[in-house]
């Protein structure tokens, strides 16, 4: 478990990091975290956990200002192989109308031994 040096403050106060591997499975998340130390006009406001797993930014303030603190989910995309095996384009007879429709898929796309993460390997 990783700990700072004192416990945070805000809604990190309670929460216990542990450090895993990174996880590219459909049914897991990785919940990236980190603790942060802010320091304005010389003073330190202590050291604050921001976490995609807490569900709530950080904020403290300062002279008169209040900053927000947190972790954003990110998206990449990332090439993924393909190759087409076999395409038609069925049309009834004498029309130009097609005899099926195309299909849409909505399932997460997988390659590479990962669903919808990116590697820089």
Same mark, same amino acid.
């Given at each position: 478990?990783?700990?700072?040096?004192?416990?945070?403050?805000?809604?990190?106060?309670?929460?216990?990091?542990?450090?895993?591997?990174?996880? &590219?499975?459909?049914?897991?998340?990785?919940?990236?975290?980190?603790?942060?130390? +802010? *320091?304005?006009?010389?003073?330190?406001?202590? *050291?604050?956990? *921001?976490?995609?797993?807490?569900?709530? +930014?950080?904020?403290?303030?300062?002279?008169?200002?209040?900053? *927000?603190? &947190?972790?954003?989910?990110?998206?990449?995309? !990332? +090439?993924?192989?393909?190759?087409?095996?076999?395409?038609?384009?069925?049309?009834?007879?004498?029309?130009?109308?097609?005899?099926?429709?195309?299909?849409?898929?909505?399932?997460?796309?997988?390659?590479? &031994?990962?669903? &919808?993460? !990116?590697?820089?390997?």
């Amino acid at each position: 478990m990783i700990r700072p040096p004192s416990p945070p403050p805000g809604v990190g106060a309670s929460a216990k990091v542990t450090e895993l591997p990174e996880t &590219g499975n459909d049914n897991e998340m990785n919940r990236t975290s980190a603790y942060i130390e +802010p *320091v304005a006009g010389g003073r330190s406001y202590g *050291v604050w956990l *921001v976490s995609l797993g807490l569900g709530a +930014p950080q904020s403290f303030t300062h002279e008169g200002r209040t900053y *927000v603190m &947190g972790i954003r989910p990110s998206a990449c995309t !990332c +090439p993924t192989p393909s190759t087409l095996k076999k395409f038609s384009h069925d049309l009834y007879a004498g029309t130009d109308i097609p005899r099926t429709s195309p299909a849409w898929s909505t399932s997460p796309i997988r390659g590479r &031994g990962t669903t &919808g993460t !990116c590697s820089s390997s």
